[in-house]
């Protein structure tokens, strides 16, 4: 049974930092590749990261530099970690395997003073 399931979101302050995990069950996140979404109330979820089999990333140009996706093909789980956050950066964000075609339930992330 194929499975995604988010952690590590919250509420912090602008400039903070936050690492989200997606733990990935019932396929191998390192032969598929995973990506990282976002979405805030009325808008169309949005693509953040990606990472390929190969360890090749692509970031969203609103976060490059300041997010880095990686993964741990041991624990087959991705993770998305957050530096220098800002308020726009808040959303529900969702980890997503192209190859099962399959969402997370998503975390929430908060950034306010």
């Known amino acids: 049974q194929v499975q995604l399931v988010e952690s590590g979101g919250g509420l912090v302050q602008p400039g903070e930092s936050l690492r989200l995990s997606c733990a990935a069950s019932?396929?191998?996140?390192?032969?598929?590749?995973m990506d990282w979404y976002r979405q805030t109330p009325g808008k169309d979820r949005e693509f953040v990261a990606s990472?390929?089999?190969?360890?090749?990333?692509y970031y969203a140009e609103s976060i490059k530099g300041r997010f880095t996706i990686s993964r741990d093909n041991a624990k087959n789980t991705v993770y998305l970690q957050m530096n220098r956050l800002k308020p726009e950066d808040t959303a529900v964000y969702y980890c997503?395997?192209?190859?099962?075609?399959?969402w997370g339930q998503g975390t929430q992330v908060t950034v306010s003073s």
């Open positions: 997503f395997s192209p190859f099962m075609k399959y």
């Open positions: 019932g396929f191998a996140t390192s032969t598929s590749g």
């Open positions: 990472i390929s089999p190969g360890y090749t990333t």
